[in-house]
């Protein structure tokens, strides 16, 4: 079966700073990746995924992911962090009929 | 477009009350739909999926149970609450196919006291 981990429960970042999401998977087969972002009571918002192509996928609100499969790694990325930004991250990957989600990642962004 | 509706959105219940949350989709046709349940804001446990009416499938044993009377129609009942069951319950949907991400409802927030 698919997986993904994230192997940071919490990451803290000062705002203006970049900041990088850890998230590493195990797949058979291609992998569809997602990440996805939850502010406090509310669903889960679609941020980008990769499919294929490009290792550098471009998302909303300014975020990037970087694929590296050598080291079977998903890391979401943004140059400046904003205060705004701070909320849970979740990486995902696809299976045939639904998707797998990690334990998600708190981030938090200090003025 | 398409829309994904979910109520409602706090609910407090009674331990052994029943339960019925539900979950419409518009602007699309046979999707694929599902229920999650978030504890302690964190990870999500996937309960049920669907992928179409009258198909149910349950990755969990539990208090819960699912139906899909619609297309676009998708609900989580319990014919009584256990205080475990509290949590933050969320459904989506997708088009179908690996390539597709979901997208989520809104969330209910469900306290059993």
């Known amino acids: 079966a698919q997986s993904v981990a994230q192997p940071e429960d919490q990451v803290n970042v000062a705002e203006g700073n970049p900041l990088t999401v850890k998230c590493t998977y195990s797949v058979s087969g291609n992998p569809y990746l997602f990440w996805y972002v939850q502010y406090p009571n509310r669903g889960l918002q679609f941020l980008l995924k990769y499919i294929t192509g490009d290792n550098l996928v471009k998302g909303s609100y300014g975020f990037e992911a970087e694929f590296n499969k050598s080291q079977t790694s998903f890391q979401l990325k943004k140059p400046s962090a904003l205060v705004s930004d701070s909320a849970l991250y979740f990486c995902a990957v696809r299976e045939f009929i639904d998707m797998r989600f990690g334990a998600g990642t708190r981030l938090t962004v200090k003025p | 477009s398409q829309t994904i509706h979910q109520w409602p959105a706090t609910l407090v219940q009674p331990v052994g009350s029943p339960l019925s949350l539900e979950c419409t989709v518009e602007g699309t046709s046979n999707p694929n739909l599902y229920w999650y349940r978030q504890a302690a804001g964190r990870g999500l446990q996937l309960l049920f999926y669907?992928?179409?009416?009258?198909?149910i499938s349950s990755e969990v044993p539990q208090n819960l149970s699912a139906s899909r009377p619609q297309d676009r129609q998708f609900i989580l009942s319990s014919k009584k609450l256990l205080l475990s069951d509290s949590g933050f319950y969320l459904c989506a949907w997708n088009p179908g196919g690996q390539a597709y991400g979901y997208t989520f409802g809104s969330g209910t927030r469900l306290t059993v006291v």
């Open positions: 669907s992928v179409g009416i009258g198909q």
